[in-house]
């Protein structure tokens, strides 16, 4: 193996068996969660590397850097998921690669990404991202429709043509009563996703955790995990 190849196959093992490890202390099946690896800042190469070793889930932040990478790789069977702050001016690239969508966090985005996946006749995976420092109206610092409006939001996913209510996503938020309590904060995530479960039982999908909090994510019960630095390394800084 390259020496690229052993970095990442000894990372995803640490990985694996941290979430084992939480799943087994939750008395969770490890099947029951999902790994994506966040390969966002990391070339084409690597994805090809990390589908070798078994990966099937990626996700990216930025459509100018997904774009040509989803391009690079269609040759793999690949689950993509957009998980950044989504542009109505990018939709209609990243609806065209995306299976997922797990930022949507507005009715004009709700609108334009319809739009474009019905042009392009697919059918787009939709989580509404969910600010928990957000307040009744407002949007959270890192994207997210705050809580009191993700059932609005949701009807509107699942009624749009060419969109797919799958669930629910967040982000630890740095401030606000959950900062700094990422289990707490999970664990109202799924408060959520069951209030949404009774009227969309199929929207059963929980995007939760990252690379330093992917326990407490499993053991609230996420079904997803988003994880990038302890599966690449480090990122190198962006420009």
Partial sequence: MTDRKEQLAANLAQVEQRIATACAAAGRKREEVTLIVVTKTYPASDVRIL?????????????QDAAPKATECADLSLTWHFVGQLQTNKVR????YADVVQSVDRTK??????????????ELGCLIQVAL???SGERGERGGVAPDGIAELADAVASAPGLRLDGL?????????????????????MEFSSRL???HPAANMVSAGMSADLED??????THVRVGTAVLGVRPGLG
């Avoid at 589908?51 to 459509?63: P, Q, W």
């Avoid at 690239?93 to 065209?96: E, L, N, P």
């Avoid at 985005?109 to 697919?122: K, Y």
């Avoid at 996503?169 to 995530?189: C, N, S």
């Fill in 93 to 96: 690239s990243v609806a065209s």
């Fill in 133 to 135: 420092d957000a307040e």
């Fill in 197 to 199: 479960r009774g009227n």
């Fill in 169 to 189: 996503m967040t982000v630890a938020p740095l401030a606000g009563p959950f900062a700094g309590r990422q289990r707490a904060a999970f664990d109202r995530l």
């Fill in 109 to 122: 985005l709700v609108t334009a990404l319809s739009a474009a996946a019905d042009r392009d006749g697919r």
């Fill in 51 to 63: 589908h070798e070793l078994g990966v099937r889930h990626v996700a990216e932040n930025r459509d």
């Fill in 217 to 222: 994510a499993v053991a609230a019960g996420a």
